[in-house]
């Protein structure tokens, strides 16, 4: 914990480090790749900016999280990551789970020890994240991929899709209200061998 704690004292002074850079520097660029962004926002302080970036920076290391706690089996950790009343709803139509407990117990049903699954160094990917705050409460879209080892040494994209989330602010950190997880794509896998 200590290690991780000066890493955070690093990121965040980095971060600090970043932000100023960015919006001293580089406005220019944030207007270019959406030039409404800041037409009409002269209402917007610099510390209104800042906490802006603070909780667009918060909510990725969320999503982050969410895809170690998943990849390591760490379904307690993924659960606490989740409102008391969150939910995480999958594309294939079964039930919603709802809440930090039943997250848990719903994932280790899934992927768990006992669930026939086996990843052999099998990870996520999560990009292209797009985050709308509004207040305490915010709302994302990104894309994901489930990347496998292949039978040449390789790797390969077993399935990729996206997320639809909802976040809320809960005792001053972001946490998932509602995670809604689309398959777009599967590629066919192997039966595991019994």
Known sequence: MRKLNRISATRAG???AAMVLALTVAPHSAIAADPQ????????????RVQRLED???????????????????????????????????????PAMVGPQAIHDGMEKIFGAKSGVIWNGDF???TNAIIELNGDTAAALSKWQFVSPDPKGGTKVDYAGHYE??????????????????????????????
């Not at 962004?37 to 209104?48: C, K, P, T, W, Y």
């Not at 998943?70 to 594309?91: I, R």
């Not at 950190?173 to 039966?191: M, Y």
């Open 37 to 48: 962004r800041f037409v009409g926002r002269a209402d917007i302080s610099l510390a209104e």
């Open 165 to 194: 989330d909802s976040f809320v602010r809960e005792g001053g950190h972001w946490k998932f209200q509602h995670r809604l997880v689309v398959n777009d794509i599967a590629a066919p896998r192997p039966a595991v061998p019994k």
């Open 124 to 126: 996520h990917v999560f």
């Open 56 to 94: 667009i920076e918060e909510i990725h290391e969320l999503m982050y999280a969410y895809g170690r706690a998943v990849d390591t089996k760490d379904f307690t950790a993924l659960g606490q990551l989740f409102t008391a009343q969150g939910t995480w709803a999958g594309s294939g139509g079964g």
């Open 14 to 16: 980095g971060l600090a």
